[in-house]
């Protein structure tokens, strides 16, 4: 299994960045695609995820800001992330975990680091 983010960078406040993860070695249309993030010293937490269906879901900090999408066909899962904050700063990580279980038990990417300058 493999999940392979890509995308991260150096941004000023106020920018974009879109974030991609390709996966493989599992059955991509039976999985909950996720992206997560970590700050130094916090937990990682959600930012957003997205169904095999479509359906989405965001953490209150990044609606309006972030769009996660998903490629079912190609087996990836993209985040497009706008009006970007310094908070937003973060290592961010592709995840996929089956409905039911909990995300941490599933498959992690190796994260990206996104750098919000203000």
């Known amino acids: 299994v493999q999940l392979q983010a890509s995308g991260g960078g150096l941004v000023q406040a106020g920018g974009s960045l879109r974030l991609s993860c390709a996966a493989s070695?599992?059955?991509?249309?039976?999985?909950?695609m996720g992206w997560y993030r970590r700050v130094p010293g916090n937990q990682r937490e959600l930012v957003a995820s997205?169904?095999?269906?479509?359906?989405?879901n965001y953490a209150d900090f990044v609606k309006g800001r972030f769009t996660v999408s998903r490629d079912n066909a190609k087996d990836t899962v993209d985040l497009q992330m706008s009006s970007l904050r310094p908070e937003d700063t973060a290592v961010y990580y592709c995840?996929?975990?089956?409905?039911?279980?909990?995300?941490?038990?599933?498959?992690w990417g190796q994260g990206t680091q996104v750098t919000v300058s203000s």
């Open positions: 995840n996929a975990h089956r409905s039911g279980i909990w995300p941490g038990n599933g498959y």
């Open positions: 997205i169904a095999s269906s479509g359906r989405t």
């Open positions: 070695g599992f059955n991509f249309n039976t999985y909950i």
